[in-house]
């Protein structure tokens, strides 16, 4: 059992090392690192993808595939001065979900999708605390209340799917905290949510450990959130610790070179100045975008979703207009739109050309000029097809005339614009970070030299220090082809080292448009000072 006299030190990790065995070799994940969290405090662990981060924290949890996952002999990880590393599962059940909670990354993927939420929460209060049914369910009306969803106690019954990305981020904190644990363990909380539910998010968290007194480790790449939030903070990279101290100490003078590195990725500063008197590429006005939602028996429609609701928008050559917006605010159907991926209504003028009505084969002879990079690079690319083959397949489209020796240097030309070495173009995706891929993704776009790229959240799957430099490839691209970019972001630090002009959508809606710059300065609306303030402002650790 555990000790009942709480030390100040409630975590203490030292010398912990983790291999993973593969047929091929031993993967050193986890390299003898050594950090404590004291009662009440917040510690974050911070590292690009692979660092180490995740593993670390299943290593506290015990979750990794033992035996293929192994520690070395002198690794510890001691809870209230209990050794946890090499205990059997009957003991851990006890400590999981009682005394040492875990909000995981993706919420969707963690939640059970055949069970209701009630049954998904009330689980944790019967195992953990032998609850009887109603002694359950007054004990989930408790916790939704804590993590302020009131309205879910009328939809006990609701599953994962019926829920937006927030409720389900909230439904899994509620989860963590059902046995008032003493530790926290906050993978990625805020990784898929936007700007607004973020903040909400994390004062949420901040408010629910002071009330309870909680340690919290919190996982993540975002620095704005760890300067804000995190009391100690360890910065991670290829399975090592290479710099630790208080939050405030490291973010004012780091002394690791990556730190430094890192800590000087945060996207900042604004746009450059475009050129005057630019064409118009594209000037969309009075779009619309409706879905049928209801239909009568006979096949009326009565009712619609009306995700773009008569919006103007007007790209200049070499000018970028950012796009921002909660999810579901009509952000990426404008782009669609915009390049009849989608039908609509209203005028499309493309080079003084109405495209609007034009229907597939009018549209074909243009699709080469009207470009997009999707958000996730990884979904977009096909896993069957190589680099080379994936970039030079709208060339045999656009390019018919082109030989294979010509359709090849113009895929080792993409490959040199984005920064990646031609060589490279006969693997697979899969072979290629999250970055490179980005890259590839924007090569595909590249090849068929387009004057309109619509870009659909390009960075929100990035780390931070990736999210700069494919910012800088982009305009590096932009200054040398005079591209037109509509810019889709939810993330406001990039938005605004990107774009000129700025659009801010609610509900299908434009809230608030103009220079970028200005609104930034001085946003009119009360929904983009909201939006702005979640963004770039997220309210200062209480402690601090």
């Given at each position: 059992?555990?000790?009942?006299?709480?030390?100040?030190?409630?975590?203490?990790?030292?010398?912990?090392?983790?291999?993973?065995?593969?047929?091929?070799?031993?993967?050193?994940?986890?390299?003898?690192?050594?950090?404590?969290?004291?009662?009440?405090?917040?510690?974050?662990?911070?590292?690009?993808?692979?660092?180490?981060?995740?593993?670390?924290?299943?290593?506290?949890?015990?979750?990794?595939?033992?035996?293929?996952?192994?520690?070395?002999?002198?690794?510890?990880?001691?809870?209230?001065?209990?050794?946890?590393?090499?205990?059997?599962?009957?003991?851990?059940?006890?400590?999981?979900?009682?005394?040492?909670?875990?909000?995981?990354?993706?919420?969707?993927?963690?939640?059970?999708?055949?069970?209701?939420?009630?049954?998904?929460?009330?689980?944790?209060?019967?195992?953990?605390?032998?609850?009887?049914?109603?002694?359950?369910?007054?004990?989930?009306?408790?916790?939704?209340?804590?993590?302020?969803?009131?309205?879910?106690?009328?939809?006990?019954?609701?599953?994962?799917?019926?829920?937006?990305?927030?409720?389900?981020?909230?439904?899994?904190?509620?989860?963590?905290?059902?046995?008032?644990?003493?530790?926290?363990?906050?993978?990625?909380?805020?990784?898929?949510?936007?700007?607004?539910?973020?903040?909400?998010?994390?004062?949420?968290?901040?408010?629910?450990?002071?009330?309870?007194?909680?340690?919290?480790?919190?996982?993540?790449?975002?620095?704005?959130?760890?300067?804000?939030?995190?009391?100690?903070?360890?910065?991670?990279?290829?399975?090592e610790i290479l710099e630790s101290g208080h939050a405030k100490s490291i973010f004012k003078n780091p002394t690791h070179d990556y730190?430094?590195?890192?800590?000087?990725?945060?996207?900042?500063?604004?746009?450059?100045?475009?050129?005057?008197?630019?064409?118009?590429?594209?000037?969309?006005?009075?779009?619309?975008?409706?879905?049928?939602?209801?239909?009568?028996?006979?096949?009326?429609?009565?009712?619609?979703?009306?995700?773009?609701?008569?919006?103007?928008?007007?790209?200049?050559?070499?000018?970028?207009?950012?796009?921002?917006?909660?999810?579901?605010?009509?952000?990426?159907?404008?782009?669609?739109?915009?390049?009849?991926?989608?039908?609509?209504?209203?005028?499309?003028?493309?080079?003084?050309?109405?495209?609007?009505?034009?229907?597939?084969?009018?549209?074909?002879?243009?699709?080469?000029?009207?470009?997009?990079?999707?958000?996730?690079?990884?979904?977009?690319?096909?896993?069957?097809?190589?680099?080379?083959?994936?970039?030079?397949?709208?060339?045999?489209?656009?390019?018919?005339?082109?030989?294979?020796?010509?359709?090849?240097?113009?895929?080792?030309?993409?490959?040199?614009?984005?920064?990646?070495?031609?060589?490279?173009?006969?693997?697979?995706?899969?072979?290629?970070?999250?970055?490179?891929?980005?890259?590839?993704?924007?090569?595909?776009?590249?090849?068929?030299?387009?004057?309109?790229?619509?870009?659909?959240?390009?960075?929100?799957?990035?780390?931070?220090?990736?999210?700069?430099?494919?910012?800088?490839?982009?305009?590096?691209?932009?200054?040398?082809?005079?591209?037109?970019?509509?810019?889709?972001?939810?993330?406001?630090?990039?938005?605004?080292?990107?774009?000129?002009?700025?659009?801010?959508?609610?509900?299908?809606?434009?809230?608030e448009s103009g220079k970028a710059e200005e609104i930034f300065k001085n946003p009119k609306e009360t929904y983009t000072q909201t939006?702005?303030?979640?963004?770039?402002?997220?309210?200062?650790?209480?402690?601090?």
């Amino acid at each position: 059992m555990l000790q009942d006299n709480k030390p100040e030190l409630l975590l203490d990790v030292k010398n912990l090392s983790v291999d993973f065995k593969t047929p091929e070799r031993v993967f050193h994940a986890v390299k003898n690192i050594s950090f404590n969290i004291e009662t009440g405090k917040t510690m974050a662990l911070v590292g690009e993808s692979g660092s180490g981060k995740s593993v670390t924290a299943l290593s506290i949890m015990q979750l990794l595939p033992y035996p293929l996952a192994s520690h070395s002999s002198d690794s510890s990880i001691k809870f209230n001065n209990e050794e946890l590393v090499g205990k059997k599962d009957n003991f851990m059940r006890h400590i999981r979900g009682s005394q040492i909670g875990m909000i995981f990354q993706e919420p969707m993927t963690a939640l059970n999708p055949l069970h209701s939420i009630e049954r998904q929460i009330g689980e944790i209060l019967r195992l953990h605390q032998k609850m009887s049914e109603d002694e359950a369910r007054n004990r989930v009306y408790e916790l939704l209340d804590m993590v302020q969803l009131p309205m879910m106690k009328q939809r006990l019954n609701a599953y994962p799917h019926e829920l937006s990305g927030g409720q389900r981020q909230r439904v899994m904190i509620a989860m963590a905290l059902a046995n008032d644990p003493e530790l926290l363990i906050a993978d990625e909380p805020t990784t898929a949510l936007d700007v607004t539910v973020q903040a909400e998010i994390l004062e949420l968290l901040e408010d629910l450990q002071t009330k309870l007194k909680m340690a919290m480790l919190l996982i993540t790449h975002d620095l704005s959130i760890v300067e804000k939030f995190a009391d100690d903070v360890c910065i991670m990279k290829h399975g090592e610790i290479l710099e630790s101290g208080h939050a405030k100490s490291i973010f004012k003078n780091p002394t690791h070179d990556y730190s430094k590195k890192l800590l000087g990725s945060i996207p900042k500063g604004t746009a450059k100045s475009p050129k005057k008197n630019s064409a118009s590429i594209i000037h969309g006005t009075n779009i619309k975008v409706h879905f049928p939602t209801k239909k009568t028996f006979f096949g009326k429609v009565t009712d619609w979703v009306k995700a773009v609701d008569g919006i103007d928008v007007e790209i200049k050559a070499g000018h970028t207009v950012g796009v921002v917006g909660e999810s579901g605010s009509g952000k990426s159907t404008l782009g669609y739109a915009l390049i009849r991926l989608l039908n609509g209504q209203g005028k499309i003028d493309y080079e003084g050309n109405d495209i609007s009505t034009f229907n597939r084969k009018q549209m074909t002879p243009l699709r080469s000029d009207l470009q997009i990079v999707f958000q996730d690079p990884f979904s977009a690319l096909s896993p069957r097809m190589s680099i080379a083959d994936i970039i030079g397949e709208g060339l045999k489209v656009h390019h018919p005339d082109l030989d294979t020796e010509g359709r090849d240097k113009r895929v080792v030309k993409a490959l040199e614009d984005v920064h990646l070495d031609p060589t490279t173009r006969h693997r697979y995706p899969h072979e290629f970070s999250g970055g490179q891929r980005q890259r590839v993704a924007i090569a595909r776009a590249m090849v068929l030299q387009p004057k309109f790229v619509v870009l659909d959240e390009p960075t929100s799957a990035l780390d931070v220090s990736v999210q700069v430099e494919i910012i800088d490839l982009l305009r590096e691209l932009q200054e040398k082809h005079d591209l037109a970019y509509l810019f889709i972001s939810h993330d406001l630090r990039v938005i605004r080292a990107m774009a000129h002009d700025l659009v801010v959508m609610k509900n299908g809606k434009v809230v608030e448009s103009g220079k970028a710059e200005e609104i930034f300065k001085n946003p009119k609306e009360t929904y983009t000072q909201t939006l702005l303030e979640a963004a770039l402002n997220l309210k200062a650790k209480k402690a601090a």
